[in-house]
């Protein structure tokens, strides 16, 4: 059983950056496809970016292509999201997601295992 924890969210100022982490544990990381979803109050949730277990392919959401970059380091078990100009309509809770295929393009139910959350809020 694959436990994931988010962390690095917070309120920013629209144009401004935050890098969120997502620490696993329970599991050996290189095993699993990670993935970020998002999800704003009386939305669904949706895809943001995926990283392919080796960290070589990853996928982006045309809303956040080429604002946010997805890595991952499996020696430290986590990966990141690195999140820059950020715009008013980014703010939701952020969820980090574990596949055991070894890449996902997004799909919600290509992820076995999720984390709790981490509330990201830019403000205009």
């Known amino acids: 059983q694959v436990q994931l924890v988010e962390s690095g969210g917070g309120l920013v100022q629209a144009g401004g950056s935050l890098r969120l982490s997502c620490a696993a544990s329970?599991?050996?990381?290189?095993?699993?496809?990670k993935g970020w979803f998002r999800q704003a109050p009386g939305k669904e949730r949706e895809f943001v970016a995926a990283i392919s277990r080796s960290g070589i392919t990853t996928y982006y959401a045309d809303s956040v292509k080429g604002r946010f970059t997805i890595s991952r380091d499996n020696a430290k078990n986590t990966v990141y999201l690195q999140m820059n100009s950020l715009k008013p309509e980014d703010t939701a809770v952020y969820y980090c997601?574990?596949?055991?295929?070894?890449?996902?393009?997004?799909?919600?139910?290509?992820?076995?295992?999720w984390g709790q959350g981490t509330q990201v809020t830019v403000s205009s």
């Open positions: 329970g599991g050996t990381n290189s095993n699993y496809a």
């Open positions: 997601a574990a596949s055991l295929r070894p890449v996902s393009s997004g799909p919600k139910a290509e992820y076995d295992y």
